[in-house]
């Protein structure tokens, strides 16, 4: 694109920015403008404090601003369809009031176990992307109802707290070359799924006794919750910054009793097509629900349609 017409556009979304910061916008529509990186003059200062919806749809941003919580604190609905988006940020779970997330049609491999912790989101959009696996806390809000992962072929498994959603998930659940991936998987039967990066451990029915680090870590989680409500006094001397940030933000909960889980998983599969929900999707996806519990004990009761 020539310079003249690429400085006219910057002029241009540079004017539309101000405008909406002067006059206190709610919605701002920045669709279809080339977009390579997110705009500098949405972060300036304070950025936009009143903007509720933001439109980015059908540009080439491939990542967002760490800081865009802080600058855009009030997003109720975020549209950023058809761009070139590899990763979210973790900053992306400080976005405390979003109601809606459309990541649809980007280049998402991983999607980070942040997007699971927003507790007001509503409608979630993956739909069209390169998603392996997804985080093993997403669905467990109960404000989450809507969740699109259409055609992420190589997507085998979903968190069981999605069973009582409104999902899509056709055209998922593709053969994978097992040499071209570096993530745990776990089998059941002719069923495999692949599992969250975080995960470096899989248990199963025959261990009745839990590693003695992962003991140690909901020991610790436990104690430093009930009673001291505050973990910023473990210095890293106190245990490996690896541990420390995991004490923070545990891989994800047990989804048959809510208990942190930090260095080992009990999945146990349910094949799409043996549930009630088998008729929606009419042989589309070949997807299984994951439930990711925390000992044997969880493993054994967990009853996914209970």
Known sequence: MPDGICSVMASELCKTISVARLEKHKNLFLNYRNLHHFPLELLKDEGLQYLERLYMKRNSLTTLPENLAQKLPNLVELYL??????????????????QCLDLSDNA??????????????????????????LPPDLGRSRELQYVYVDNNIHLKGLPSYLYNKVIGCSGCGAPIQVSEVKLLSFSSGQLTVFLPAEVKAIGT?????????????RSLHHTYHSFLKDLNFLSPISLPRSLLE????PLGHCHRCSEPMFTIVYPKLFPLRETPMAGLHQGRTTVSFVAYCCSTQCLQTFDLLS
Not at 90 to 98: F, M, N, Q
Not at 109 to 128: D, F, K, Y
């Open 81 to 98: 369809h058809s761009n070139n988006i590899v990763v979210v940020p973790e900053a992306i779970g400080s976005l405390v009031k979003l």
């Open 108 to 133: 998402l491999e991983i999607v980070c176990p942040e997007i699971g912790r927003l507790r007001a989101l509503r409608h979630l959009r993956l739909a069209n992307n390169q998603l392996q696996f």
């Open 205 to 217: 029915e025959n261990d009745h006794v839990l590693p003695l680090q992962e003991l140690a870590m």
């Open 246 to 249: 995991l004490l923070h933000c």
